[in-house]
């Protein structure tokens, strides 16, 4: 059988180092916001090329945390709009949702999966404050466009960065550091991931960080006193020292992912499979590897018969959920189609190459 990820198996590779790491951890005595905090913060920003990255809980809480500062901050208050692909994960809308703000969804690009720049502009009100791009699978939002709209109507610039560690364009620019602020989530199945929930917001902001940085700590400027009304929204300590373990390995472990959507790109040809849009750069890391098709049950039980695994992300639209019942009628045609369309074929630095062989042959069997 060929998993669609094997997490066991990709994080046995540094099991000598995590235990060091976690011995070393359990000797300080020191829990919660000590050195590997403090030390990943400052790596992982000068890895993206910013000022300041904040360690905090999970990707989700990296968004709502940057909308809450800049509601802090005067630029953003309760009821604005946020600009938002329609066919992104729910947690990007969620994080607009629950900083009291209010989504506006736009169609999808059909071949990148991301939001279509040219449909931005229709879609700003009097009430749009800001826009939420999403590198979705891993491929960077192509922003000259999106930051040209973003000037001319004073409009903050936001990435949910959470699929695209890594990812860089022909500027040598990395996802999050192509805005005002950015949201990552190490889940353990992203490119980065930790051992358990994990994430982190980057800027170039410096007042901005401030804030976050005391928001996630019970809105905390010293010990017991407090500033903001806070959360508790802490990078956990020893995730932050598995992070500091893997991150010097992520540019060689996307590099694998490329290759191998590079094989998949030229040697799948089969006419009833999609394949997605690659430009033969670093712009994407393929956090997801995502085909489309019609007949997308047919393929995943052809390809489950063959002992192939594969997911779908995501098979409901945000728009099509029960927790947003107030849209349920509207209609996004394209987002609809990559939804009732898409499939993830397994795709990851552990992957060998005789399984690569293996997916490709069967899928161009399909019939």
Same mark, same amino acid.
């Given at each position: 059988?060929?998993?669609?990820?094997?997490?066991?198996?990709?994080?046995?590779?540094?099991?000598?180092?995590?235990?060091?790491?976690?011995?070393?951890?359990?000797?300080?005595?020191? $829990?919660?916001?000590?050195?590997?905090?403090?030390?990943?913060? !400052?790596? $992982?920003?000068?890895?993206?090329?910013?000022?300041?990255?904040?360690?905090?809980?999970?990707?989700?809480?990296?968004?709502?945390? %940057?909308?809450?500062?800049?509601?802090?901050? @005067?630029?953003? &208050? *309760? @009821?604005? *709009?946020?600009?938002?692909?329609?066919?992104?994960?729910?947690?990007? %809308?969620?994080?607009?949702?629950?900083?009291?703000? !209010?989504?506006?969804?736009?169609?999808?690009?059909?071949?990148?999966?991301?939001?279509?720049?040219?449909?931005?502009?229709?879609?700003?009100?009097?009430?749009? !404050?800001? %826009?939420?791009?999403?590198?979705?699978?891993?491929?960077?939002?192509?922003?000259?466009?999106?930051? !040209?709209?973003?000037? &001319?109507?004073?409009? /903050?610039?936001?990435?949910?960065?959470?699929?695209?560690?890594?990812?860089?364009?022909?500027?040598? &620019?990395?996802?999050?550091?192509?805005?005002?602020?950015? +949201?990552?989530?190490?889940?353990?199945?992203?490119?980065? @991931?930790?051992?358990?929930?994990? +994430?982190?917001?980057?800027? #170039?902001?410096?007042?901005?960080?401030?804030?976050?940085?005391?928001?996630?700590?019970? @809105?905390?400027?010293?010990?017991?006193?407090?500033?903001?009304?806070?959360?508790? #929204?802490?990078?956990? *300590?020893?995730?932050?020292?598995?992070?500091?373990?893997?991150?010097?390995?992520?540019?060689?472990?996307?590099?694998?992912?490329?290759?191998?959507?590079?094989? $998949?790109?030229?040697?799948?040809?089969?006419?009833?499979?999609?394949?997605?849009?690659?430009?033969?750069?670093?712009?994407?890391?393929?956090?997801?590897?995502?085909?489309?098709?019609?007949?997308?049950?047919?393929?995943?039980?052809?390809?489950? *018969?063959?002992? %192939?695994?594969? /997911?779908?992300?995501?098979?409901?639209?945000?728009?099509?959920?029960?927790?947003?019942?107030?849209?349920?009628?509207?209609?996004?045609?394209?987002?609809?189609?990559?939804?009732?369309?898409?499939?993830?074929?397994?795709?990851?630095?552990?992957?060998?190459?005789?399984?690569?062989?293996?997916?490709?042959?069967?899928?161009?069997?399909?019939?």
């Amino acid at each position: 059988m060929i998993k669609f990820l094997d997490l066991q198996t990709l994080n046995a590779r540094f099991e000598t180092e995590f235990q060091q790491e976690f011995k070393k951890f359990l000797d300080s005595g020191y $829990y919660v916001l000590g050195n590997n905090v403090k030390a990943f913060e !400052k790596s $992982y920003a000068t890895y993206c090329g910013t000022k300041h990255c904040v360690g905090v809980s999970n990707g989700l809480d990296a968004l709502i945390l %940057i909308l809450e500062a800049y509601k802090i901050l @005067g630029k953003l &208050q *309760e @009821g604005d *709009e946020v600009i938002v692909p329609a066919n992104t994960y729910i947690a990007s %809308i969620l994080g607009i949702t629950k900083a009291g703000l !209010k989504p506006v969804l736009v169609e999808p690009d059909l071949e990148t999966f991301n939001i279509d720049p040219t449909k931005i502009e229709t879609a700003i009100t009097p009430k749009t !404050k800001a %826009i939420l791009v999403v590198h979705l699978y891993g491929q960077l939002v192509e922003m000259s466009e999106i930051h !040209k709209t973003a000037k &001319q109507h004073n409009l /903050l610039v936001m990435e949910d960065a959470a699929q695209a560690h890594g990812a860089k364009n022909i500027n040598g &620019q990395k996802a999050g550091n192509l805005s005002d602020a950015a +949201g990552f989530s190490f889940y353990p199945t992203k490119n980065l @991931g930790a051992l358990g929930e994990a +994430g982190a917001v980057t800027t #170039n902001d410096t007042e901005l960080a401030e804030v976050i940085t005391k928001l996630r700590n019970y @809105g905390s400027s010293s010990k017991y006193i407090n500033q903001y009304k806070g959360v508790n #929204n802490r990078l956990d *300590e020893i995730q932050a020292a598995f992070l500091r373990v893997k991150l010097p390995h992520l540019d060689a472990d996307n590099e694998i992912r490329r290759q191998i959507a590079k094989r $998949y790109v030229s040697e799948i040809t089969n006419s009833l499979i999609t394949l997605p849009n690659y430009q033969n750069d670093e712009s994407h890391v393929f956090h997801q590897f995502v085909i489309r098709t019609k007949n997308r049950a047919k393929l995943q039980a052809y390809l489950t *018969e063959n002992e %192939i695994g594969t /997911l779908i992300h995501y098979e409901t639209p945000p728009h099509k959920q029960e927790a947003y019942q107030e849209w349920n009628e509207l209609r996004f045609p394209i987002t609809e189609k990559i939804h009732y369309e898409c499939l993830s074929l397994p795709i990851n630095p552990i992957l060998k190459t005789s399984e690569i062989d293996r997916i490709i042959a069967v899928l161009n069997q399909f019939s």
